[in-house]
């Protein structure tokens, strides 16, 4: 074995450990945006639930004001 093949050998195994990183990167973005997806989701059912339940106006009615939009 001489030089040249030693450093392809390191080339290749540090070509594979990046195609590595971006395939699990990858799947890991993925995994993050199905869970904002359903946080999201179950978020707007409490929210959707918590207006029928309670009895309070719809989102769309003037009396949602905050308080800066009082000041």
Not at 47 to 59: I, K, L, M
């Amino acid at each position: 074995m001489n030089v040249d093949d030693i450093v392809a050998e390191k080339i290749a195994a540090a070509r594979a450990r990046a195609e590595a990183a971006k395939r699990r990167r990858a799947a890991l973005a993925a995994a993050r945006q199905r869970g904002l997806a359903i946080r999201h989701a179950a978020k707007l059912r409490n929210q959707a639930s918590a207006r029928t339940t309670d009895g309070s106006a719809p989102a769309d009615s003037e009396g949602d004001t905050t308080t800066e939009e009082s000041q």
